[in-house]
T-cell receptor, first 122, second 114 residues
Framework: AQKVTQAQTEISVVEKEDVTLDCVYETRDTTYYLFWYKQPPSGELVFLIRRNSFDEQNEISGRYSWNFQKSTSSFNFTITASQVVDSAVYFCALSEANFANAGGTSYGKLTFGQGTILTVHP | DGGITQSPKYLFRKEGQNVTLSCEQNLNHDAMYWYRQDPGQGLRLIYYSQIVNDFQKGDIAEGYSVSREKKESFPLTVTSAQKNPTAFYLC?????????????FGPGTRLTVT
């Protein structure tokens, strides 16, 4: 069964600090996809990144970077020079390519971690 | 602007009443999903639909029902059989119901049942 663990329930930092959000996953599949979503106070989940299991290259997008390591089943997310607007709940999620429902049809079942509440203080 | 709309933002109901939450998307996505979020927890899948006139149960479907008569719409009914209906409900869609496609979410409906 697929499982995602975000061990950090809450993180509090001061603006301009760097912060890393941890994500560890479990899957028996060799093909899978990992995602990060941001949930600001408004409630809507915002898609940040998708990474497939065959691409271990780290990715950087502005102040955001992601470190994918299959050897440790981790997909960590770092925000550099954090800002108050980064305050949100961040979710890591996993989708197995071959997950099938009771009828045998595969679909993109997303398994979410419990989320990390990030608070950035001015 | 393409996106997903959910209405209303806040909904209050008395125990024993059924209530229907609206979800509409204009992204031309085939797949749509309903999730439930409780405080301090991740999202849990209630129902999903891969295509019009088809839908499947997710992990916590008991006490809920859905319909998918149009591609753009996927309403969720919270029935009186749902023991703990108070929660934040999120609707999502993706181009296809496949693991490689990211899901896009609506703004959510916060349901309170007293």
């Amino acid at each position: 069964a697929q499982k995602v663990t975000q061990a950090q329930t809450e993180i509090s930092v001061v603006e301009k600090e760097d912060v890393t959000l941890d994500c560890v996953y479990e899957t028996r599949d060799t093909t899978y996809y990992l995602f990060w979503y941001k949930q600001p106070p408004s409630g809507e989940l915002v898609f940040l990144i998708r990474r497939n299991s065959f691409d271990e290259q780290n990715e950087i997008s502005g102040r955001y970077s992601w470190n994918f390591q299959k050897s440790t089943s981790s997909f960590n997310f770092t925000i550099t020079a954090s800002q108050v607007v980064d305050s949100a709940v961040y979710f890591c999620a996993l989708s197995e390519a071959n997950f099938a429902n009771a009828g045998g049809t595969s679909y993109g079942k997303l398994t979410f971690g419990q989320g990390t509440i990030l608070t950035v203080h001015p | 602007d393409g996106g997903i709309t959910q209405s209303p933002k806040y909904l209050f109901r008395k125990e024993g009443q059924n209530v229907t939450l609206s979800c509409e998307q204009n992204l031309n996505h085939d797949a749509m999903y309903w999730y439930r979020q409780d405080p301090g927890q991740g999202l849990r899948l209630i129902y999903y639909s891969q295509i019009v006139n088809d839908f499947q149960k997710g992990d916590i479907a008991e006490g809920y029902s859905v319909s998918r008569e149009k591609k753009e719409s996927f309403p969720l009914t919270v029935t009186s059989a749902q023991k703990n209906p108070t929660a934040f409900y999120l609707c999502a869609s993706s181009l296809l119901a496949a693991s490689s496609y990211e899901q896009y979410f609506g703004p959510g409906t916060r349901l309170t049942v007293t």
